[in-house]
């Protein structure tokens, strides 16, 4: 897989589902928002969601590590959020969260003991191996696949149906997992959290088209009953043992995900709260710019809005290909006139659309740090903006913006007026999502400027970097949308990639962090929120800065 980062929201403003405005009605118990009263064993707790099909087939999802299919499934590793906290890597079924040798290249795993799946069969390091090779099958493509371009053979290999096994994934026994590399990756640790590790035994893949609809469950909960367009209902998994699992409280005894719902109709009860929507939230539904005068006028609504500290960075991404944008001066004078604050006001103002932003890492994730190497006001310096560009014998600049045409407006007119200030002309060529996408990660990239948004799959700063600066990402679909080629960038990047002491690569993403930020190739604009509403009795209910949706694996019920 390409991708080693999720664009929330290419070119555009938000995704509905994805980045929303956010109240700042924060419970002041959980300073990521929502609630964190005592939850009690038991009850049902009801999921409404927007989602008309759910797929718990882990070759085919590409969930983050605190959603709901790892309710129903475990991996290697897994994450354990707190309030305030970043994101944690633990162990789940392996003892530890992996043994590195070989230079980074090989990375082994013990299983725990004991370990059963519903039926009290033991999970063993050949299901997990079975699980990840499924993933390369072509017939079920579309799950995160960071392991397929890493794994020793993998960009041959087309799964166990027709390509036999993968021998760079070795099971000397039932408990010893050991992958091969191809190059040394200090993030493998992450990467073995994703749904792909969940083991899968080989003699429950019959069916391999609908194993999603009823997998062998090793986590807290199985499938009772799955009906696609209206419900799916998880019951308790017998056989899960609280005392091996770091990740999850298994507290509710069943979940109901009511699916198919409008996105009006699911805020609307959770906001009545009544009868089980009182045990009801939303994990993906945002709360609308339209709801937040009667939330924000209703305390007991208010209190029952989690939002998220940050979350993902919406940025400016300049064409350093273009003629007019190849002199960095002439970048770094539009980092002075872009007017970040009325960027901010187009996503709803500062308690509800995020932070000002002026890092590429953001909040949540190890290797951020606060800085601001282009000290202009959030509004902007125009003035400064206009003597850097003369400076650089520059006068007349013409810029074409291309824009999501549905979505990414507001945010456009705002750096159309904020260049403008400076004496910066800039054209806005809408578009709509599909051609624009095609056109900024394309290889005859037409425009001179484009706002994107960004998130990383998993919590490292790598999916900060990567994706957007490495010079591997330009054109054929990749995200380096500026066309931003630095080799002492890239080399800098291959570093830390490698270094498998993740504090020690979090400070090597930091110094990258701003070695970037010196050439300019983009304006960081906002840290977008995300919001959602939660019923009366949903407990363990927070967000953090990353991920900023609610951890599925430890809410709760109260009475």
């Known amino acids: 897989m390409k991708r080693i980062s999720r664009a929330v929201a290419v070119t555009a403003v938000a995704l509905a589902t994805v980045l929303v405005a956010a109240c700042n009605a924060n419970d002041k118990t959980a300073p990521g928002g929502g609630s964190t009263a005592a939850a009690e064993q038991g009850g049902t707790w009801h999921i409404l969601t927007t989602s008309k099909e759910i797929s718990l087939d882990p070759a085919k999802s590409q969930n983050l590590g605190i959603s709901s299919i790892h309710l129903v499934l475990r991996g290697l590793t897994s994450w354990k959020t707190e309030p305030g906290k970043a994101a944690e890597l633990v162990p789940d079924l392996a003892t530890d969260t992996g043994q590195v ?87 493998w640790p992450w990467i073995v959290s994703m749904p792909a590790f969940s083991p899968v035994p080989k003699k429950a893949d019959t069916d391999p088209a609908h194993y999603g609809e009823k997998p062998v469950a090793s986590g807290p909960y199985q499938v009772k009953s799955y009906t696609p367009g209206s419900k799916l209902e998880l019951e308790r998994n017998p056989a899960w043992n609280k005392a091996t699992d770091q990740a999850r409280t298994g507290l509710p005894d069943a979940i109901v995900m009511e699916m198919g719902l409008q996105p009006d109709v699911v805020n609307q009860r959770l906001i009545a709260d009544a009868g089980d929507d009182k045990f009801a939230a939303t994990t993906g539904t945002s709360v609308p710019a339209a709801l937040i005068p009667t939330i924000t006028g209703n305390p007991a609504v208010k209190a029952r809005v989690a939002t998220s500290p940050s979350g993902a960075l919406l940025y400016l991404a300049m064409n350093t290909k273009r003629p007019a944008l190849a002199n960095p001066e002439v970048r770094k004078a539009i980092q002075y006139a872009v007017d970040k604050q009325a960027v901010q006001v187009a996503r709803g103002g500062p308690e509800y659309g995020g932070e000002i932003a002026s890092t590429l890492i953001t909040p949540g994730i190890d290797g951020y740090s606060k800085y601001n190497l ?89 999916g900060n970097i990567q994706p957007l600066f490495a010079s591997s990402e330009i054109g054929n679909g990749g995200y380096n949308i500026s066309r931003y080629s630095n080799p ?15 504090g020690k690569a979090a400070g090597m993403w930091g110094a990258i962090d701003k070695q970037i930020m010196a050439d300019a190739p983009v304006v960081p604009l906002i840290y977008a929120r995300n919001a959602f509403l939660h019923g009366s009795k949903v407990q363990n209910f927070y967000l953090s800065s990353y991920p900023p949706y609610p951890n599925q694996l430890i809410v709760g019920l109260s009475k």
């Open 374 to 462: 282009y000290e202009a006001p959030p509004a902007g310096d125009p003035e400064k903006a206009k003597q850097m560009l003369a400076a650089a014998g520059v006068s007349n600049l013409n810029l074409v913006l291309a824009a999501d045409n549905t979505t990414g407006l507001g945010v456009a007119q705002a750096i159309q007026q904020g260049l403008k200030r400076a004496g910066i002309t800039v054209t806005i060529k809408p578009l709509d999502s599909e051609p624009l996408t095609d056109l900024i990660t394309g290889n005859q990239p037409d425009f001179d400027l484009t706002v994107s948004s960004w998130l990383p799959d998993f919590p490292s700063a790598i």
């Open 101 to 187: 040798s070989d230079g980074g290249k090989t990375w082994t795993y013990k299983l725990q003991s004991g370990l059963k799946y519903a039926d009290g069969s033991p999970i063993t390091s050949a299901d997990i191996k079975y699980g990840v090779e499924r993933s390369f099958a072509p017939e079920l493509s579309g799950g995160l696949g960071y392991h397929k371009s890493l794994l020793v053979g993998g960009d041959k290999y087309a799964g166990p149906y027709k390509g036999g096994e993968l021998a760079s994934i070795e099971t000397p026994d039932d408990t010893t997992i050991v992958f091969k590399l191809n190059k040394p990756y200090g993030d």
């Open 488 to 502: 002492a960038v890239d080399s800098a990047i291959a570093a830390a990639t490698a270094e498998s002491d993740l």
